[in-house]
């Protein structure tokens, strides 16, 4: 069924101009998909779905190319920028404060990465939490994030 649903999502997002989840859910239950929104969420990190800026200047959901090092991280610093308000760190955690609904594609975008010594990553609406394997690993992530904020 799993395997079903994440095609049925590939053809909407490739069908209609989807930029939230909520809406994404709406799509899928209208085709016969009784799915939740945690399910939805789920679907969206294992399909690597990114929000793009679409020709209209709108956000929205589009896969993501794993082809080529150079692609995904030209995606990652161009979601992040657009995204991204700020970086701070509290001992080994990570927080990252986005523009309202776009934590999620930022943090889709920070998983593509792979970043040494992150161990798993949290979004919320405009928040993503990321927990580091050590202190050190987080304050040397904020420190590359800033950068490119920077920029």
Do not use: P
């Not at 969206?44 to 929000?51: A, Q, Y």
């Not at 970086?87 to 309202?100: Q, W």
């Amino acid at each position: 069924m799993k395997t079903v649903r994440h095609a049925k999502i590939l053809e909407l997002i490739a069908e209609h101009s989807i930029d939230t989840q909520e809406e994404l859910l709406k799509w899928l239950r209208k085709s016969g998909f009784d799915v939740t929104q945690a399910t939805v969420s789920r679907d969206i990190k294992e399909l690597r779905l990114v929000k793009t800026l679409a020709s209209d200047g709108n956000y929205r959901y589009a896969t993501s190319s794993k082809d080529e090092k150079s692609d995904i991280s030209y995606k990652f610093h161009s979601i992040f920028t657009e995204s991204v308000i700020s970086v701070d760190c509290a001992s080994n955690f990570v927080v990252i404060k986005c523009y309202v609904g776009m934590a999620n594609a930022a943090c889709a975008a920070l998983d593509s990465m792979h970043w040494n010594g992150i161990v798993g990553t949290l979004a919320g609406d405009d928040t993503i939490f990321v927990l580091m394997r050590t202190m050190e690993h987080a304050i040397q992530l904020v420190d590359e994030l800033k950068k490119l904020l920077a920029k």
